[in-house]
């Protein structure tokens, strides 16, 4: 017999919980709430219902108050919810505290991220970096929840990378975590291998990054045919990926496809991330893909450029792409360091690869100069300040294609053909 799909798929109903203590910024808890119900979807959940608490500073038994906590209790009851998010990290005892309270499953943010990064990963290196985050953090939280691990099942938050579940015998743990390690070692050391023979090439190569669901992907494929996964789920690209992309002028940078970038990203997968953000950071430049019809745009800006300079590509050359115009009223004039485009439809793109090319030529771009034979002189400024790239003799004077930056193109803009 036919079982329909809506029948197999169970999905989890849900309660999301958000504390506002005295430090807080009200806005951002909204924004990371909302977020939380995108990545509770993205999980395969559903949300019954959020609650947030005002409060001095969180309970350190029950992170939210007991008044807080009964009403919880009750809510989930009469919503026949099955799992409850804090969107926060917890400690493995709150976690105990606030099941045996509730009688429901509770997770905390961080092991939700790692819920979807285990569905997402592709690679081998992406799912032992998955593994290994979920054993350093999500097994602590389970084992401290008192549950026989031999019996948990495949929900929302111990779901393992690809297709074995998540390892739960304790006596294993510490052996897995060192073959788990051992392995990565090798994986990045060949990451690494890779990475110098494409910097002794010299081509020049560019990192998209961005908030997650910004459209980096999206853009690579338009530009390079690459067919990238690009998704409206949070973290659909797990691991970097790059191709080639021949310039307007004929010349090729490279392109790399990162992980997406989300608002309080765990620092512990930050940690088992490295390589795999390292990569990204190690580029010549840098494209920051943004929403641009996203309310949050400034913040998720604002959480890009903290971890890029937390990797240390903060001062790499840099343009900022608003991506997703399609769906904007209008947009604003582009400026040198900003381009408005839409990925989907190819809108505004060409402007931005005019960009690119000036930031693979060091921040300078080509121009065509028509010398009259008065003014000769100006090829040898050109000659020693700039990048010569080709010279005719006409009849009317020199005709000269040169790299020029901002300040030359200044000089000799009326000149210029
Ligand atoms: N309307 C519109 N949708 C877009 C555009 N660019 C991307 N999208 C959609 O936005 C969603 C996310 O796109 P992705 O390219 O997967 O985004 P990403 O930045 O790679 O996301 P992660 O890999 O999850 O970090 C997809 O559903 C895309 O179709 C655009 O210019 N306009
Ligand atoms: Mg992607």
């Given amino acids: 017999m036919e079982t329909s799909i809506f029948e197999e798929k169970q999905i989890t109903r849900a ?19 909302e977020e939380l119900e995108l990545l509770l979807e993205t999980a395969g959940g559903e949300c019954a219902f959020t609650m947030t608490q005002n409060r001095e500073k969180p309970d350190a038994g029950t992170y939210i108050g007991a008044g807080k906590l009964d009403e919880l209790a009750e809510l989930c ?5 099955s799992l409850i998010v804090f969107d926060s990290e917890l400690s493995p005892s709150q976690i105990r505290n606030i099941e045996d309270a509730t009688g429901v499953a509770t997770i905390d943010r961080s092991m939700l991220i790692l819920d979807i990064f285990a569905l997402h990963a592709k690679s081998r290196e992406g799912k032992l970096q998955v593994e290994l985050a979920q054993l350093r953090y999500v097994i602590p939280r389970l084992i401290g929840s008192g549950k026989d691990l031999s019996r948990l099942g495949g929900g929302i938050g111990t779901r393992g990378p690809g297709e074995s579940k998540l390892e ?19 994986v990045e050391q060949n990451r690494l ?26 853009l690579l494929n338009y530009l390079t045919g690459a067919g990238m996964l690009a998704e409206d789920k949070l973290f659909a690209t797990l691991d970097t990926t790059t191709r080639k992309f021949e310039l307007p002028s004929g010349a090729s940078v490279l392109m790399t496809d990162t992980v997406g970038f989300i608002r309080n990203l765990p620092h512990h997968l930050i940690k088992a ?48 792409v608003y991506n997703k115009c399609d769906l904007a009223q209008s947009v604003p004039e582009n400026s040198d360091d900003t381009v408005y485009i839409s990925a989907l439809t190819g809108y505004g793109v060409d402007a931005l690869t005019e960009r690119m ?17 008065g003014e000769l002189s100006h090829l040898n400024y050109l000659y020693q300040n700039c990048v010569v790239k080709e010279v005719e003799y006409l009849p009317e004077g020199v005709r000269v294609l040169a790299a020029v930056d901002e300040k030359e193109a200044g000089r000799f803009e009326k000149w210029e053909k």
């Fill in 15 to 33: 309660a999301l919980v958000s504390l506002i203590t005295a430090g807080t910024d009200v806005e951002g808890a909204e924004a990371s709430l």
């Fill in 77 to 81: 009851k009469s919503n026949d919810v």
């Fill in 168 to 186: 739960s015998d304790r006596r294993h743990l510490r052996r897995r975590m060192a073959s788990l390690e051992e392995a990565l070692k090798e």
């Fill in 193 to 218: 291998t890779q990475r110098k023979s494409r910097k002794k090439s010299g081509v020049f190569n560019i990192a998209v990054v961005g908030y997650t669901n910004a459209g980096k992907s999206t």
């Fill in 273 to 320: 991330f490295r390589s795999t953000l390292e990569e990204a950071a190690d580029c010549d430049g840098v494209l920051i893909v943004c929403d641009y019809n996203d309310s949050h745009a400034f913040d998720q800006l604002e959480v890009t450029k903290n971890l890029l300079s937390e990797l240390g590509a903060g001062d790499k050359p840099t343009l900022l």
């Fill in 357 to 373: 090319e000036i930031m693979a030529n060091g921040g300078k771009r080509d121009a065509v100069y028509l010398f009259p034979q």
